[in-house]
């Protein structure tokens, strides 16, 4: 006896999303369902191409109708579509085409901030996802340094179209509009309209996650992005120092009472890795953001180890996981990504997704 449309979808309610806990049918992740005699054919919409889970999930789709009674063939097209949580209350303006937008800061300068943006948003384009970043540092912009083969042409009188660098990587810095020796003297307000207007003004396109690179601290530029745009989650990048984590603790509790999520936080220069025969050492203490996450309530999203190869491809341009994709440091900002997405698609889940 042939199976029917029912029968599938009853068995795939069995199939849950490891995270979530939510089966696929109830997540909207089964699409264009059709049974034809033996042979099942439909879609299988995962939420992001970067989830850690997809290959779990795919495995646990296909199983299950396969066992089904009467099931002779499955025909199964796996796509992602990354889904747009809704906004909190206190934030109410959307930038029309961006469906995420991930706050990458830390109390204090000098810990890496921008090798962890530019990494993660390389890593979540590598994986298929539409990406932008923005370089949100208007006195010490360097994105432009960080990632330097890309595309851009400002033309007077029109809105300004994002750069386009590697992996179809959307760009916007201050860099790209100022000479790079040219100081900007500039005050509080001045900064936070010039925020505004890289958001607000600059075309995106249609971007699965725009990637924003806050300058260090609690000040003009952090509280305009917030107040400004609904930010869908903050990551928080620290050093394993003490005085370190103290500082990158208080831009934590900022992103909380301004009512912004706070996806976890990374440690950076976790270890060096001695080239020569890969031993570890510990140069700035050992696990020191583990204790600080716990207490913060938040995940431990990556420890990104400290190799010279790191700073080499920052200093010339190229972001590690692209420039040196079989590394260490390279899987472990895919890592990053593949849990800043799946942290993004639970949210979106929670408030509702669009």
Known sequence: MSPSEDDVLLALRGVRDPELGMDVVSMGMIRDLVVRGGEVSFTLELTTPACPYNAQIERAVREAVESIPGVKAVKMKVTARVRQASSPPMQRMEIPGIKNIVAVGSGKGGVGKTTIAANLAAALAEAGASVGILDADIYGSSLTRFI???????????????????????????????????PIIWRGPLVGGAVRQMLLEVDWGELDYLVVDLPPGTGDAPLTLVQTIPVTGAIIVTTPQQTSLDIALKSLYMFRKLNVEVLGIVENMSYYVCP???????????????????????????????????????????????????????????????????????????????
């Open 148 to 182: 330097r083969r890309y595309t851009f042409e400002a033309r007077p009188g029109e809105k300004i179209q994002a750069a386009v660098g590697p992996l179809g990587l959307r760009m916007m810095s201050m860099g790209l509009l100022v000479p790079g020796n040219t």
């Open 276 to 354: 020569h025969c890969g031993a570890r050492e510990y140069i700035f203490g050992r696990d020191g953001a583990v204790p600080a996450a716990a207490g913060a309530g938040v995940p431990l999203l990556a420890q990104i180890p400290l190799i010279p190869r790191i700073r080499e491809l920052s200093d010339s341009g190229e972001p590690t996981v692209i420039a040196d994709s079989d590394s260490e440091a390279a899987n472990a900002f895919r890592s990053l990504a593949k849990k800043v997405a799946a942290a993004l698609s639970v949210l979106a889940v929670r408030r509702g997704a669009k």
